[in-house]
């Protein structure tokens, strides 16, 4: 049994071990040598041979992390660690399928909790997942998969937009709209691709601005749990992406002009005039913007023409051509003169005009003169110096004389009134 004195013992030693626990080295309240996952971000897809960079969180003291690729030829893997503040890294090469780096996350020269950054070119067939490990010293990691099967796209962004290289030989323009993130006016030849970065937990549109005689066929590779609605008949997608980090789209559109023949969309010159090419502060010029293919024919209708000003304002910003033609209104500022240049562009070409604003400036304000004086016998009250003490009827007769005598009596009558109650 135990006295009374061992039992007020007990918290004394539970003390004494919790202070042992502290004193020798690599004791700990957590089973020895576990560590946090790190966090590793990839892309979920690449091409063959595309160059691809991702990068890994790396906390001072977890030892050595080793990260190795596999899942191609050790010939067809390039792994470079890019961005790292450390020396003591080293490119293994096995011969068996993989490649791999490793990082002492322990040693001096890795200055404290840093992203390092790994440059990886891969010459993968469609038919390969790559999988890229991190493995702590201590146990523990992460890994990610690359699938070398998506034709991916060499636009980076989670949001790509591509003119596919099987569309007629014109110039296509798109707009990308939503939040500040996204919100964009671009032009794409048959073959070319435009990525953004944009936000999550929000939704965008792509408009694919085609004439009359254009259509357009649109697929869409969704990623994640981005969804995508498609409208071939306006060239149109809206896009809606959650806040799932893996969210992305790719839209691929193939268009196909029935207006001429090959080139006959593209925009090959640009002609600029104003009317009139001189205007005062304020004032307003018709801006004409003639836009024509390689054949000398208008550009199908609906073609994108943008307009800018290096003085006062221009409206609209952006236009589109009607009979291959826009007409823009040109607005000079109110409070500064000069020559101002207005360019237009439309695809890849663009042309200017000026237009002088001359701010005169406005002559000096006069004083009005004074009013005339009131007309003849108006009658009113005239100053003290015409010797009327200012009283006079309308004629100009003076009461002065009353004014006196009525003061003489009023006084005359005080003294008779003291005199009888005297």
């Given at each position: ?231 071939e008949d306006e060239g149109e997608v809206v896009v809606e992406l959650t806040d799932n980090d893996e969210d992305s ?49 208008n550009v199908p209708n609906g073609t994108s023409v943008q307009a800018s000003t290096t003085l006062g304002s221009v409206n609209p910003t952006n236009a589109t051509t009607q009979d ?99």
């Open positions: 049994m135990y006295s009374k004195t061992s039992w007020k013992l007990l918290p004394l030693a539970a003390l004494m071990a919790l202070a042992a626990l502290v004193l020798v080295p690599g004791a700990s309240f957590s089973p020895q040598n576990a560590r946090a996952a790190v966090s590793l971000d990839v892309p979920s897809d690449m091409e063959s041979g595309e160059d691809i960079t991702f990068e890994l969180d790396l906390d001072e003291g977890e030892g050595e992390v080793t990260i190795t690729v596999s899942g191609a030829d050790t010939s067809d893997i390039t792994l470079t660690l890019t961005t790292c503040d450390c020396d003591e890294e080293t490119d293994d090469d096995n011969g068996d399928g993989e490649a791999s780096v490793t990082i002492d996350t322990d040693d001096s020269n890795f200055d404290g909790d840093q992203t390092v950054v790994f440059s990886l070119d891969v010459d993968c067939d469609e038919d390969d997942t790559l999988l890229i490990e991190v493995d702590e010293e201590g146990g523990g990691g992460d890994s990610e998969e690359i699938d070398c099967s998506a034709e991916g796209s060499s636009a980076g962004g989670n949001v790509v937009v591509i003119n596919d290289e099987d569309s007629d030989d014109v110039d296509v323009d798109f707009s990308i709209s939503g939040d500040a993130s996204c919100d964009d006016d671009f032009s794409l030849g048959a073959g070319d691709e435009e990525g953004f970065d944009c936000d999550l937990n929000d939704t965008y549109t792509i408009q694919a601005s085609l004439s009359g005689d254009d259509t357009a066929e649109i697929s869409c590779q969704e990623d994640g749990d981005a969804e995508t609605t498609i409208d789209v790719e839209c691929t559109f193939t268009i196909e002009s029935d207006d001429g023949g090959a080139g006959s969309g593209t925009p090959s010159s640009v002609t600029v005039s104003a009317g009139p090419n001189s205007v005062n502060c304020s004032g307003s010029s018709f801006i004409t913007v003639v836009v024509k293919n390689a054949q000398g024919g291959g033609g826009v007409l823009i209104l040109y607005t000079a500022p109110s409070n500064q003169g000069g020559n101002a240049t207005i360019t237009a562009r439309a695809g890849n070409v663009q042309n200017t005009t000026t237009v002088n604003v001359n701010c005169a400036q406005a002559q000096p304000t006069q004083a009005p003169p004074p009013p005339p004086p009131p007309a003849g016998g108006t009658g009113g009250i005239r100053p003290p110096a015409t010797g009327d003490a200012g009283l006079a009827d309308r004629g100009g007769a003076s009461y002065a004389g009353i004014g006196i005598a009525l003061f003489v009596s009023a006084v005359l009558g005080g003294l008779a009134v003291a005199r009888v109650r005297a």
